[in-house]
């Protein structure tokens, strides 16, 4: 119950500062669902957008090498199922783990949970019901696939605790989230091979780029409550960071193209991807955080050009 007698989860809860304008959560949901929407981060698609981008970038590029050409629809359905669910438990879990942290900071302190809307138990049974979910996509693939899908939970699992240990939680954060980097290849196959290792790699610095973008916003809260990040780590150097991070990602992604032998197509996607990271170094501010999360957002953007080359060129190789 809050002061004026109101159940916070009857009422639906306010919507979060960081929320996707005009999104379906808070326009159309059943009142009652609502904070469980946002626990899972459903009135921000964002996240589920950049889960996704590097299990279809593998999948398009494993197609192509494969002469199969464009990547199967379900396989890519099943990928968009996937990530939805597991970026809502990943979120779910970050939020159980963070709820005293995510108190003390004006952007988070609103989330169901810190604000009374949903218990840590409630929070916990809505995780386990969204990870079965994950788990009954990844039993679609192959034995290696599952395994290998398998393997990202510790990852997943120690993410939230790094920004209480350690200046570099986006990078642990890239290593969750640029999994699907090896998943489409591996679907593809039902193995690893190295252009796999390198896209996969591409996405992770491609991750702690964008997401120290994202940290910006953050930039004096986090302070405040001994929260680390890459952005209050580089400070006046972000933007230069920021930089180094996005180059190293798209030299990883051009060796990938080189080394699953993409065609002109696929290198003009390349090419557009990375001329929008550039754009995005030469607007990112300190002085600026509501910039910043219209840049981070942009990165869904980046992501389609990169795998609109690359099924593009997957279709041309298989014709």
Partial sequence: MTAGGLDPAASGGAPVPDAAPGNFVDRIAPLSWR???RLARIDRPIGWWLLLLPCWWSAALASGVAGAGLPSPLVL?????GAVAMRGAGCTYNDIVDRDLDKQVERTRGRPIPSGQVTPVQAAIFLVALSLVGLAVLLTFSPFAIVLGM???????AYPFMKRITSWPQFVLGLAFSWGGLMGWAGQFGSLEWPAV???AGAVFWTMGYDTIYAVQDFEDDAIAGIRSTARLFG????LAIAILYGLASFCLAVALWGGHAGPVAWIGLTAFVTHLVWQVTKVSLA???????LFRSNRDAGLLL???LCLDAALRGA
């Fill in 35 to 37: 904070p469980y929407l």
């Fill in 77 to 81: 359905a099943l990928f968009l199922i």
């Fill in 151 to 157: 393997g990202s939970l510790a990852v997943v699992a």
């Fill in 198 to 200: 390198a896209l996969y």
């Fill in 236 to 239: 006046a150097r972000t933007k």
């Fill in 288 to 294: 600026d955080p509501s910039g910043a999360l219209r």
């Fill in 307 to 309: 795998f609109a080359g």
